[in-house]
């Protein structure tokens, strides 16, 4: 059976199926997708700033909302690492940033809580004067699985990298169909954004997920079938290319599909507590020279206290599908002691596809503080035990500084 015509039949079955289903707002995203991070800042502007300059804006952009149906936001997000260790002739610290301007305008939204909506977002990542990124930093350090400064590039060139129509059917599911941020929804996942708690790659994308370009045409859908099992499928153009808007590449057929089904207590808590199995398959790309791919991937996440979240996640890899890591394994939590304030602390695992890489293994810990609430400052520090590129190193450090400033 050709795997990707089940993906797309089940993207169609789950959006006329989701058309049967109303309750709440849509949750086919996870915390990094553009309503997830809109409906956060406005959370974050409930709380009233010092600057009366910003509260005339804070107040400006609400009105706005309510009367137009017209959301954005301003994101900047900067990291800046220092390493203890790195390869001969390699500089160990490096700094770089994710510009984003992000924006959602409801078309409708009826009675019963259909809505449709039109999401996109402009980004940019890039480096700070001379400094290398420190996703390069990781490669310097000889990490290979568990990149220490994942997504914090310097060649993301300034791109359209989002824009899609989102249908929602409240509390039930959804659907989104255009260009697409693929991390947003594949293994969608309470600690899977760049603005939360961790840095390395083990816990921001599972390093057993196969990837393609920020901004790929594309389909998901999600949707809950009862109130306890939610199942979703999805499929990505698999050339494209992260800050670069090129369709030609769609003449190749060459596509990401996946499939999945997740377990919740109640559909209230699906954010929080959940158990989640992901399988994909990643075609051979001629383009590149890179061959199919296959794997599966699972994360469960519960809220014990409200202070307090422990989560786990594991994948596996088989083929090629331009994926490295054979399996990896990560488990961590989140403690929030007060208010604005969250301490976070995980422990991951890799298995190189190489057999003659040793595994690699990473422990964060991260302190995350909301000052304003257009200010969040998180200073975090990681260490890397058998970076398998650096086999003359067993271990190491770096020690960081992330800012994020939302307007």
Same mark, same amino acid.
């Given at each position: 059976?050709?795997?990707?015509?089940?993906?797309?039949?089940?993207?169609?079955?789950?959006?006329?199926f989701?058309?049967?289903?109303?309750?709440?707002e849509?949750m086919?995203?996870?915390?990094?997708?553009?309503?997830?991070?809109?409906?956060?800042?406005?959370?974050?502007e409930?709380?009233?700033?010092?600057?009366?300059?910003?509260?005339?804006?804070?107040?400006?952009?609400?009105?706005?909302?309510?009367?137009?149906?017209?959301?954005?936001?301003?994101?900047?997000i900067?990291l800046?690492?220092?390493?203890?260790?790195?390869?001969?002739?390699?500089?160990d610290?490096?700094?770089?940033?994710i510009?984003?301007f992000s924006?959602?305008y409801?078309?409708?939204?009826?009675?019963?809580?259909?809505?449709?909506?039109?999401?996109?977002?402009?980004?940019?990542?890039?480096?700070?004067?001379?400094?290398?990124?420190?996703?390069?930093?990781?490669?310097?350090?000889?990490?290979?699985?568990?990149? @220490?400064?994942?997504?914090?590039?310097?060649?993301?060139?300034?791109?359209?990298?989002?824009?899609?129509?989102?249908?929602?059917?409240?509390?039930?599911?959804?659907?989104?169909?255009?260009?697409?941020?693929?991390d947003?929804?594949?293994?969608?996942?309470?600690?899977?954004?760049?603005?939360?708690?961790?840095?390395?790659?083990?816990?921001?994308?599972?390093?057993?997920?196969?990837?393609?370009?920020?901004g790929?045409?594309?389909?998901?859908?999600k949707?809950?079938?009862?109130?306890?099992?939610?199942?979703?499928?999805?499929?990505?153009?698999?050339?494209?290319?992260?800050?670069?808007f090129?369709?030609?590449?769609?003449k190749?057929?060459?596509?990401?599909?996946a499939?999945?089904?997740?377990?919740?207590?109640?559909?209230?808590?699906?954010?929080?507590?959940?158990?989640?199995?992901?399988y994909?398959?990643?075609?051979?790309?001629?383009?590149v020279?890179?061959?199919?791919?296959?794997?599966?991937a699972?994360?469960?996440?519960?809220?014990?206290?409200?202070?307090?979240?422990?989560f786990?996640?594991?994948?596996?890899?088989t083929?090629?599908?331009?994926?490295?890591?054979?399996?990896?394994?990560?488990?961590?939590f989140?403690?929030?002691?007060?208010?604005?304030?969250?301490?976070?602390?995980?422990?991951?695992?890799?298995?190189?596809?190489? @057999?003659?890489?040793?595994?690699?293994?990473?422990?964060?810990?991260?302190?995350?503080?909301?000052?304003?609430?257009?200010?969040?400052?998180?200073?975090?520090?990681?260490?890397?035990?058998?970076?398998?590129?650096?086999?003359?190193?067993?271990?190491t450090?770096?020690?960081?500084?992330?800012?994020?400033?939302?307007?």
């Amino acid at each position: 059976m050709n795997f990707k015509r089940v993906v797309i039949g089940s993207c169609f079955t789950l959006v006329y199926f989701s058309s049967l289903l109303y309750g709440a707002e849509a949750m086919i995203e996870g915390p990094d997708g553009v309503t997830s991070q809109l409906v956060a800042r406005e959370a974050q502007e409930t709380d009233k700033p010092q600057i009366s300059m910003m509260q005339s804006y804070y107040a400006w952009k609400k009105e706005l909302r309510e009367e137009s149906g017209l959301s954005f936001g301003i994101q900047a997000i900067m990291l800046y690492q220092q390493a203890g260790d790195t390869l001969a002739d390699r500089e160990d610290n490096g700094a770089s940033g994710i510009f984003r301007f992000s924006g959602s305008y409801k078309v409708f939204e009826r009675d019963n809580g259909h809505l449709g909506r039109i999401e996109w977002r402009v980004e940019n990542r890039s480096g700070f004067g001379s400094l290398q990124s420190p996703s390069n930093l990781s490669g310097a350090i000889g990490m290979h699985s568990l990149n @220490s400064g994942f997504a914090y590039s310097d060649n993301f060139d300034t791109d359209l990298s989002v824009i899609n129509w989102t249908q929602g059917f409240i509390d039930r599911g959804g659907f989104a169909i255009g260009r697409l941020s693929f991390d947003v929804y594949l293994d969608a996942f309470m600690f899977q954004t760049y603005s939360r708690a961790f840095i390395t790659r083990s816990f921001v994308f599972n390093p057993t997920l196969p990837t393609t370009g920020v901004g790929a045409l594309g389909l998901v859908a999600k949707g809950f079938v009862t109130d306890n099992i939610l199942i979703g499928a999805q499929i990505y153009e698999a050339n494209a290319v992260s800050g670069e808007f090129d369709i030609d590449t769609l003449k190749e057929n060459e596509w990401l599909k996946a499939v999945e089904v997740a377990w919740t207590p109640a559909i209230s808590r699906y954010k929080l507590d959940r158990v989640q199995l992901t399988y994909w398959h990643k075609d051979a790309r001629d383009l590149v020279g890179a061959g199919a791919g296959s794997g599966w991937a699972v994360s469960a996440s519960h809220q014990v206290t409200e202070q307090f979240i422990p989560f786990v996640r594991f994948g596996h890899s088989t083929g090629d599908g331009g994926v490295t890591t054979k399996s990896a394994l990560s488990t961590g939590f989140e403690y929030s002691p007060w208010k604005n304030h969250a301490w976070s602390l995980g422990a991951g695992w890799a298995e190189p596809k190489q @057999s003659e890489l040793r595994d690699e293994y990473v422990f964060e810990t991260s302190y995350r503080v909301q000052v304003t609430p257009s200010i969040n400052l998180m200073p975090d520090l990681q260490y890397l035990i058998d970076p398998a590129n650096n086999p003359e190193l067993d271990s190491t450090w770096t020690a960081g500084l992330r800012c994020i400033l939302t307007l």
